[in-house]
């Protein structure tokens, strides 16, 4: 796919996939016309990108994890110096924090959802929370 589908299917600007790429997250064939090609599995390799952005870390950590995100996994223990454990450490412990805050959120929304409806008297049957899905298995 070109650059363009690419950035329409993962909400991403052509400029910032052309970044990535300059930052060797993602790479591109080129077409006989020059075009940038890029293969499908490069539409959850950009979400996957972006998300961990979005989280707090740097392009040349992400660079390093990547290849931890692929199947059959392909991990480079030399690169892992004390510094990157230790924000990944960090970045790991601040994303669970933040999973346990929207969980509650989610939570409480729920909740006042199904007060509203009640008290509108709008029967609903209320779906499972994934905690109570995986609680009840």
């Known amino acids: 796919m070109r650059i363009?589908?690419?950035s329409e299917r993962t909400g991403t600007p052509r400029r910032l996939l052309r970044y990535y790429e300059e930052q060797?997250?993602?790479?591109a064939d080129r077409a006989p016309n020059g075009y940038r090609e890029y293969d499908e599995r490069f539409v959850d390799r950009v979400?996957?990108?972006r998300g961990l952005l979005d989280a707090g870390l740097p392009t040349?950590?992400?660079?390093?994890?990547l290849p931890c995100l692929d199947k059959p996994r392909a991990i480079y223990f030399p690169d892992a110096t004390p510094e990157m454990l230790?924000?990944?450490r960090r970045e790991r412990d601040r994303m669970t924090e933040r999973i346990q805050c929207l969980a509650?959120?989610?939570?409480?929304?729920g909740e006042y959802l199904d007060a509203v409806l009640e008290y509108n008297g709008v029967r609903t049957p209320a779906a499972p929370s994934p905690s109570d899905r995986t609680r009840n298995g």
């Open 60 to 65: 040349r950590i992400i660079k390093q994890i």
């Open 86 to 88: 230790a924000t990944l």
């Open 24 to 27: 060797g997250l993602i790479a």
């Open 47 to 49: 979400l996957q990108i």
């Open 104 to 109: 509650r959120n989610r939570d409480a929304i």
């Open 4 to 6: 363009g589908e690419l």
